[in-house]
């Protein structure tokens, strides 16, 4: 019995050892429902979403934004996709401006919706 003793006591010593390793490790594993941040927001679909968003706004609000670029962009798996994204447009006088917008996409339905078109503060 004696002899076991160390033993145990090595097996503990590397569970508890390999539990801290492991819990202290960065995940490489998205929170689900979180914001994944967009790499190229020069894709052409990000490009077709934030057109969508600021057409829409000038639609709902009777405005005539232009969008210029899309700054930097989000996106988040839900029941399809949300994508939030930072959009630089220039209003009637030339002034450029940001906006955040946020766009619900489910393509396998062919729907989008614009949920969100807020001005950014500098």
Same mark, same amino acid.
């Given at each position: 019995?004696?002899?076991?003793?160390?033993?145990?006591? =090595?097996? &503990? +010593?590397? @569970? !508890?050892?390999?539990?801290?390793?492991?819990?202290?490790?960065?995940?490489? /594993?998205?929170? *689900?429902?979180?914001?994944?941040?967009?790499?190229?927001?020069?894709?052409?679909?990000?490009?077709?979403?934030?057109?969508?968003?600021?057409?829409?706004?000038?639609?709902?609000?009777?405005?005539? =934004?232009? &969008? +210029?670029? @899309? !700054?930097?962009?989000?996106?988040?798996?839900?029941?399809?996709?949300?994508? /939030?994204?930072? *959009?630089?447009?220039?209003?009637?006088?030339?002034?450029?401006?940001?906006?955040?917008?946020?766009?619900?996409?489910?393509?396998?339905?062919?729907?989008?919706?614009?949920?969100?078109?807020?001005?950014?503060?500098?």
């Amino acid at each position: 019995m004696r002899s076991l003793v160390p033993l145990l006591f =090595l097996l &503990l +010593s590397a @569970v !508890v050892s390999t539990s801290c390793a492991l819990a202290s490790a960065p995940s490489s /594993r998205k929170a *689900l429902g979180g914001w994944t941040p967009i790499k190229n927001t020069n894709d052409a679909h990000v490009r077709e979403i934030a057109e969508f968003a600021v057409a829409e706004h000038n639609k709902q609000a009777n405005a005539s =934004l232009a &969008l +210029s670029k @899309v !700054v930097k962009g989000e996106t988040q798996v839900v029941a399809g996709t949300n994508y /939030r994204l930072v *959009l630089q447009v220039k209003d009637a006088s030339g002034a450029r401006v940001k906006y955040q917008a946020v766009v619900w996409e489910k393509p396998w339905e062919n729907f989008r919706q614009l949920t969100s078109f807020k001005l950014v503060k500098s």
